[in-house]
């Protein structure tokens, strides 16, 4: 340590650190993530009074700690996917592709909470006050009274956060402009938004404000260096949606307030975000009754049952390996249901190529939608559409038994809400199952095994081989 600043490599996706640079980081497998960054802080930048370590306070489990006080936007589908609001002292990073609607939803959601009585500042580092000021015009809010400024040096901000008593809320848009000159990494480095993200975190808990990092993610999934960001803040939202879809959804990945996995549906209009209050209508909007290869699948996002529309296309091969293109699926689960097609049904699929998508862009994870893809296949591969006021949900099994699964009542009262007429499911086993009680107008087939899906379609000579033959 010679006071010379030692050059190292960081990987910009994980935050190993590394002496050589190399073409892929052997932490985690990324590519070209590797950049060159000083380790040292300029001597003396960061000098604060060293403190004197005086001990910590050690208490029991049981307490009386209040709830932390919450601050509602009134915007129901964002406080919804963060457990009922914003928490005073903590952190949110609300992450997303450009260009998605981030800084939309931020200055919407600011915007109310101002003109409910919080005190809100609005830092930007990305546009000019201008701009801002033009979508606030745009989204008819430039009467809210929130605070404005355009900056990215994190010790100016700091300064001026510190005289500011009572801040209920803070937006940084977005992390990765903001930059400490106490490291000379230059902004969205890892080093600079892992120090200026700390920085504004403890800032948060000390003055008691609720923070929200705006952070840009990578075409993977990851949000463009601070994936340790993610570890520092108590609430992860990503706000996603494809493009040329008018709707974007606000998904909860981590929550120490509430639960993760809600979704907020919104939709994008002339005049910014509008809240979608019923998501199932919205995504059935565009749904075509009487096509081969769709079916509805009565799903749950967080705790809120949504039935999307799955569609199947099977198309010849041309020769070579068929294709198997998947939209907002899993495609090992994919290949696992055709699998469980061909054995166990005798569904004849190999020849063809297949595609899989779920209407409307959105991504679902969940195994409950293995029936509804198994009927959108089978439907494709019969040429018989699937009864159009029917929805199906259920897990299936390696030998094509058919599963239960979670929350089935929030599913058929949903389907029951939308007009459909006839519900698919799991069979109950009657060892201590509960009877399900339909809602009213709807009809219950259950089934144990994929073979009774099939039994519903009239199969052509195109594909199936009989199940008797195949045993
Ligand atoms: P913006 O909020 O700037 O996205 P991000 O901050 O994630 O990069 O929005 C991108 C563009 O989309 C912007 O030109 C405004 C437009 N837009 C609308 O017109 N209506 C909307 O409801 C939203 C969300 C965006
Ligand atoms: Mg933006």
Known sequence: MAGRDRARFVCQACGAVTAKWAGRCEACGAWNTLAEEIAAPKPGALARPKTVARGIDLVGLLGTSEPPPRLMSGIAEFDRVL??????GSAVLVGGDPGIGKSTLMLQAASRLAGNGQSVIYITGEESIEQVRLRARRLGLEQAPLALAAASHLPDIAATLETRPGLGLVVIDSIQTMWLDAFDAVPGTLTQVRAA???LVRLAKTLGFALVLVGHVTKDGAIAGPRVLEHMVDAVLY??????HQFRILRGVKNRFGATDEIGVFEM????????????????AERRGHVAGSAVFAGIEGTRPVLLEIQALLAPNAGGTPRRAVLGWDAGRLAMLLAVLETRCGLRLAGNDVHLNIAGGLRITEPAADLAVAAALVSAASETPASPDTVYFGEVGLSGEIRQVALAEA??????????????LPRRLARG?????????LQLQEIG???DLLAGFAVSGAGRKPRREAE
């Open 449 to 451: 095994h994929l073979g």
């Open 197 to 199: 993200g700390f920085e």
């Open 239 to 244: 706000f996603e949606g494809e493009r040329g």
């Open 411 to 424: 599913r058929l009262r949903e389907a029951a809400k939308l007009g459909f007429a006839r519900a698919c």
């Open 83 to 88: 457990g009922g609001g914003l928490v005073a």
């Open 269 to 284: 209009t002339d005049h910014g975000l509008a809240e979608v209050a019923n998501p199932s209508a919205l995504f059935l």
């Open 433 to 441: 199952a509960k009877r399900l009680v339909p809602p009213e107008g």
